[in-house]
Antibody, heavy 121, light 106 residues
Framework: EVQLVESGGGLVQPGRSLKLSCLAS????????MNWIRQAPGKGLEWVAS????????YYADTVKGRFTISRDNAKNTLYLQMTSLRSEDTALYYC??????????????WGQGVMVTVSS | DNVLPQSPTTMAASPGEKVTITCHAS?????MNWHQQKSGTSPKLWIY???KLASGVPDRFSGSGSGTSYSLTINTMETEDAATYYC?????????FGSGTKLEIK
C-alpha cells in the first residue's frame, strides 16, 4: 500500500524558515517523481514544486521560487521542502504527492494526509 | 493567477440525477485530470488522461473533452459522490488546478 506521511509543520513567524519531510513507503521511491502541493484554509489546491526521480529536474511555482527548495533522499525514501523567508500567504496545508506514471501527462496519483504550516507573529 | 475556471462553483444534485462539471484549460490539446476531495480529507486522483478512471472509481463517472473544454460527468448521482472536484491540467509547469466545484447531495 502506498503511504506518504508528511511531518515538520507548525507555527512559525514571518521571515523564518521551516523544513517539511514526507516519508514514502509501499513503492520504489527512487522510481517516481514527487511533488508538494498546498491548500490555504478554505481555498483550492496550488502546486508548489516538483522533483524528478533522480533530482535531475526541479520546478517551482513562481510564488515560491527563490524561497523554497525541494529535495529528496532516495536512500531514506524521503522528500523534503525547505521553506525560507516565510510569509503569511504561505499559511496552508502542505501535501506530498506522487507523480503518476506517464511520460506525457503530469498528474498526482497518491497524496499524503498533509501537514499544516501557519505563518504568523 | 494560474487557476483554471470551473463551473459551476457549487451545485446540489438529487440521487439518480446526472451531473456535469466543466473545466476550461489554458491551452488546447492537453490531458486533463480530476481529483476528488471530501471534507477534511486529502484529495484523491479520480480521472486521468482526460477519460481514464483511477483505481476504485465507480463507472458511473466519466471524463471527456478536447480543445480547451473538459468535463467530469456522473451518470447517476449517489450520496457518496458529494465532494469537491478539482480539475488539473497536465503537461507543463506551472501544474495548474481548477477553482473547484463543490457538489452536494440534495
Amino acid at each position: 500500500e502506498v503511504q506518504l506521511v508528511e511531518s515538520g509543520g507548525g507555527l512559525v513567524q514571518p521571515g523564518r524558515s521551516l523544513k517539511l519531510s514526507c516519508l514514502a513507503s509501499g513503492f520504489t521511491f527512487s522510481n517516481y517523481g514527487m511533488n508538494w502541493i498546498r491548500q490555504a484554509p478554505g481555498k483550492g489546491l496550488e502546486w508548489v514544486a516538483s522533483i524528478s526521480s533522480s533530482s535531475s529536474y526541479i520546478y517551482y511555482a513562481d510564488t515560491v521560487k527563490g524561497r523554497f527548495t525541494i529535495s529528496r533522499d532516495n536512500a531514506k525514501n524521503t522528500l523534503y521542502l525547505q521553506m525560507t523567508s516565510l510569509r503569511s500567504e504561505d499559511t496552508a496545508l502542505y501535501y506530498c504527492a506522487r507523480h503518476g506514471t506517464s511520460s506525457y501527462n503530469n498528474y498526482f496519483d497518491y497524496w499524503g494526509q498533509g501537514v499544516m504550516v501557519t505563518v504568523s507573529s | 493567477d494560474n487557476v483554471l475556471p470551473q463551473s459551476p462553483t457549487t451545485m446540489a444534485a438529487s440521487p439518480g440525477e446526472k451531473v456535469t462539471i466543466t473545466c476550461h484549460a489554458s491551452s488546447s490539446g492537453i490531458y486533463m485530470n480530476w481529483h476528488q476531495q471530501k471534507s477534511g480529507t486529502s484529495p484523491k486522483l479520480w480521472i486521468y488522461d482526460t477519460s481514464k478512471l483511477a483505481s476504485g472509481v465507480p463507472d458511473r463517472f466519466s471524463g471527456s473533452g478536447s480543445g480547451t473544454s473538459y468535463s467530469l460527468t456522473i451518470n447517476t448521482m449517489e450520496t457518496e459522490d458529494a465532494a469537491t472536484y478539482y480539475c488539473q491540467q497536465c503537461c507543463s509547469t506551472p501544474l495548474t488546478f481548477g477553482s473547484g466545484t463543490k457538489l452536494e447531495i440534495k
